[in-house]
């Protein structure tokens, strides 16, 4: 993956694999992970990111699923063309993200402002 970073947070609420999902999914729709980009294997990302190996399969079998990726055997899992529609799931896709953000924020005790502050400081990295 060129230069793209996939981090997974296990004190999150959100499972790992769906973290996963929801990352590799708007890296490509946003076309920040070109059509025909080859991605880690499941074995090499799940020990990048210190997890199971499981995890990062299902991961990649919803990715399939939502046909974003393809894996053939001999030559690896590959962006995939872009499906009809898949631009329009982004924005949908922003506002679960952020709505399941915010209930972690609020969980953990933390006040508008200091989300807000903490947004803006990770938009700056």
Known sequence: ?????????????????EQIRAQLAALITTGRLPEG??????????ADLGLAAGTVARAYRELEAASLILTRRGAGTRVAPLPPGARRREAAELAEVTRDFVTWTRALGF????VLEAVRRALQE
Not at 111 to 114: N, T, Y
């Open 111 to 114: 006040g508008e402002g200091e």
């Open 1 to 17: 993956m060129s230069g793209a970073v996939v981090r997974v947070d296990t004190t999150s609420p959100v499972p790992p694999y």
């Open 37 to 46: 980009e080859r991605l880690p294997t499941v074995r090499q990302l799940a």
